[in-house]
């Protein structure tokens, strides 16, 4: 092997940053046994150092300035959990041109810059990662783009919110109305404080965006996807979907016509009692595909949270570090858009 000692610059420390650390510290010794690779987290950049956290880290490793990072040769690969479009596209593409790899689980800057950080990897010969940004700890991106890759893909359908879901599961189980079930939501940190990325569809939309790029090599951006959140959503609704043996769900779906033309769309949807879809509750998340190899198949797991989604992120920094340690690692382009 190469290199062994893989040192990883971490971009932003809140709830998921400190869940990628949590990751790789309570493995590390599990990730190197099995992978032969010790990977490092070595400076964090992070406006405020001395808010209280969940883990101990050395106070020097902490800074406010990128350049701490991008201009440090022995740093290999810099994770960006920022959160939002600006600036971590931007330092995203920093990062890529000063020859570092990158790993992300930042849907919005994904979905939003999804041409130029991939053609910024390419340019600069280093791997872009972001399984993490779709579902959380569900390796879907991994698994449609790598084990399955020999499919054609016919149709995507996700439920791919844990607060939207969360908030209809709580609906149909107890009769509630949405205005109170929004408020326990909020009140066990299922929802933010505005919830409207989520309500509204524009969380799922991102996220629907970066599986139609992936699946079907089209590039659609989140804001051309025709999207209906849930907050019209009434007992009543509940109710009548119920009676006709329905539930209802957010989901963003992608498909081929006969025609193949693309259709898409985030929306409630009444989902029928024996689809597998169907039994996905709370905050969890789904994604049911259909290829013309492999046939129907869903992929379930937590969508959300610290650690797994750290995982899909860890999972991410391990791969590009395997394929460091082969010299190996940079991304060609490849027909159709997928990795």
Same mark, same amino acid.
């Given at each position: 092997m190469k290199k062994a000692h893989l040192k990883?610059?971490?971009?932003?420390?809140?709830?998921i940053g400190v869940g990628s650390y949590q990751v790789l510290e309570?493995?590390?010794?599990?990730?190197?046994?099995?992978?032969?690779?010790?990977?490092?987290?070595?400076?964090?950049l992070e406006k405020n150092a001395d808010r209280p956290r $969940?883990?101990?880290?050395p106070r020097e490793i902490f800074t406010q300035d990128p350049d701490d990072i991008f201009c440090d040769p022995e740093?290999?690969?810099?994770?960006?959990?920022?959160?939002g479009i600006h600036p971590a596209a931007d330092l995203m593409l920093s990062a890529m041109n000063h020859g570092k790899h990158v790993v992300t689980a930042n849907k919005a800057a994904v979905a939003a810059a999804y041409d130029e950080l991939r053609k910024a990897a390419e340019d600069n010969h280093v791997l872009f990662r972001y399984e993490?940004?779709?579902?959380?700890?569900? $390796?879907?991106?991994?698994?449609?783009?790598?084990?399955?890759?020999a499919n054609e893909w016919t149709e995507v359908l996700g439920i791919l919110n844990g607060t939207t879901n969360y908030i209809l599961t709580q609906m149909t189980d107890f009769n509630l109305e949405y205005a109170d079930v929004l408020k326990t939501a909020q009140e066990k940190g299922f929802a933010e404080a505005d919830p409207t990325a989520d309500v509204e569809g524009i969380d799922a939309a991102n996220k629907l965006s970066i599986l139609i790029s992936l699946i079907f090599g089209h590039r659609v951006p989140p804001e051309e996807i025709p999207m209906e959140g849930i907050t019209r959503i009434t007992k009543g609704d509940i109710a009548e979907a119920t009676e006709s043996g329905n539930k209802i769900k957010l989901i963003a779906t992608a498909r081929k016509t006969v025609d193949g033309r693309l259709e898409y769309s985030v929306k409630p949807t009444l989902i029928p009692f024996?689809? $597998?879809?169907?039994?996905?509750?709370?905050?969890f998340n789904a994604v049911f595909v259909q290829g013309n190899a492999v046939g129907e198949l869903m992929f379930y797991g937590k969508g959300a949270g610290p650690l797994p989604t750290?995982?899909?992120?860890?999972?991410?920094?391990?791969?590009?570090?395997?394929?460091?340690?082969?010299?190996?690692?940079y991304d060609n382009k490849v027909p159709g858009g997928r990795r």
């Amino acid at each position: 092997m190469k290199k062994a000692h893989l040192k990883i610059g971490l971009m932003g420390f809140g709830n998921i940053g400190v869940g990628s650390y949590q990751v790789l510290e309570m493995n590390r010794k599990q990730i190197l046994a099995e992978t032969g690779l010790d990977f490092e987290i070595v400076k964090i950049l992070e406006k405020n150092a001395d808010r209280p956290r $969940p883990v101990q880290v050395p106070r020097e490793i902490f800074t406010q300035d990128p350049d701490d990072i991008f201009c440090d040769p022995e740093i290999d690969i810099v994770i960006e959990l920022l959160g939002g479009i600006h600036p971590a596209a931007d330092l995203m593409l920093s990062a890529m041109n000063h020859g570092k790899h990158v790993v992300t689980a930042n849907k919005a800057a994904v979905a939003a810059a999804y041409d130029e950080l991939r053609k910024a990897a390419e340019d600069n010969h280093v791997l872009f990662r972001y399984e993490a940004s779709v579902a959380g700890g569900i $390796p879907i991106l991994s698994a449609l783009t790598e084990s399955l890759q020999a499919n054609e893909w016919t149709e995507v359908l996700g439920i791919l919110n844990g607060t939207t879901n969360y908030i209809l599961t709580q609906m149909t189980d107890f009769n509630l109305e949405y205005a109170d079930v929004l408020k326990t939501a909020q009140e066990k940190g299922f929802a933010e404080a505005d919830p409207t990325a989520d309500v509204e569809g524009i969380d799922a939309a991102n996220k629907l965006s970066i599986l139609i790029s992936l699946i079907f090599g089209h590039r659609v951006p989140p804001e051309e996807i025709p999207m209906e959140g849930i907050t019209r959503i009434t007992k009543g609704d509940i109710a009548e979907a119920t009676e006709s043996g329905n539930k209802i769900k957010l989901i963003a779906t992608a498909r081929k016509t006969v025609d193949g033309r693309l259709e898409y769309s985030v929306k409630p949807t009444l989902i029928p009692f024996d689809h $597998p879809l169907a039994g996905v509750s709370n905050e969890f998340n789904a994604v049911f595909v259909q290829g013309n190899a492999v046939g129907e198949l869903m992929f379930y797991g937590k969508g959300a949270g610290p650690l797994p989604t750290g995982s899909a992120v860890m999972g991410d920094v391990i791969s590009i570090g395997k394929l460091i340690a082969k010299n190996a690692a940079y991304d060609n382009k490849v027909p159709g858009g997928r990795r």
